[in-house]
């Protein structure tokens, strides 16, 4: 079964720390993965896509690291600010079919002063 | 927002009535899709479309419809909302089909039936 798990569920941080988020998945033939930061009212917005040859992928304080052998990816915040408050989901694409995309349920991370 | 436009952003309707949900996009993109998003759960599909007049299912499109008259609009419509069809609905676009392609996503429409 295509699946996506993510963990933490929650995390709570103070500001200026440094976070990893986790996401296991189980989807198969892999095409590619992605990191969506959604912050609370608004809609998901793409911080990062890594295909199955990309190990790391940076945007700004966000690195995004996968290892498709262990179907396994991380995102990586430093530095943490205030506005990394949000909830950050993990979504695995397919290679085939119509109806492609799989979704993690996400990390709501919330970072305090 | 990338363009996207989501209208009505909040809605408070009753069980029985058809409640229609619109998204317009200025980006000229050829893909177009609805969400739900309820806690617990991961953004679920209800349909998507690949261009002007051509839609599919996705994964819980049972009550729901959708239309796509022109390349800017699509439209969800719930024939007869249920309580179960509370949720937050997102709409979302991409230049190509999913596997390969961004999406960008609306901020998204609040929908509650009493």
């Known amino acids: 079964k295509n699946q996506v798990e993510q963990s933490p569920q929650s995390l709570i941080i103070l500001e200026g720390k440094n976070c990893t988020l986790q996401c296991n998945y189980t989807v198969s033939p892999f095409s590619n993965l992605r990191w969506y930061k959604q912050d609370t009212g608004r809609g998901p917005v793409s911080l990062t896509i890594?295909?199955?040859?990309?190990n790391t992928k940076s945007n700004g304080r966000y690195t995004a690291t996968l290892d498709a052998d262990t179907k396994q990816s991380s995102l990586h915040i430093t530095a943490s600010q205030l506005s990394d408050s949000a909830s950050y989901i993990c979504?695995?694409?397919?290679?085939?079919?119509?109806?492609?995309?799989?979704f993690g349920t996400g990390t709501r991370l919330t970072v305090i002063p | 927002d990338a363009g996207i436009t989501q209208s009505p952003r909040h809605k408070v309707t009753e069980t029985g009535t058809p409640v229609t949900l619109r998204c317009h996009q200025t980006?000229?993109?050829?893909?177009m899709y609805w969400y739900r998003q309820d806690p617990g759960h991961g953004l679920r599909l209800i349909h998507y479309s690949y261009g002007v007049k051509d839609t599919d299912k996705g994964e819980v499109s049972d009550g729901y419809s959708v239309s796509r008259s022109k390349t800017e609009d699509f439209l969800l419509t719930l024939e007869s909302a249920t309580s179960s069809q509370t949720s937050v609905y997102f709409c979302?676009?991409?230049?190509?089909?999913?596997?390969?392609?961004?999406?960008?996503f609306g901020a998204g429409t609040r929908l509650s039936v009493l």
């Open positions: 890594m295909t199955f040859s990309e």
């Open positions: 979504v695995v694409s397919l290679q085939t079919g119509a109806n492609n995309l799989f």
């Open positions: 979302a676009i991409s230049e190509g089909g999913m596997a390969k392609n961004i999406q960008y």
């Open positions: 980006e000229n993109h050829r893909y």
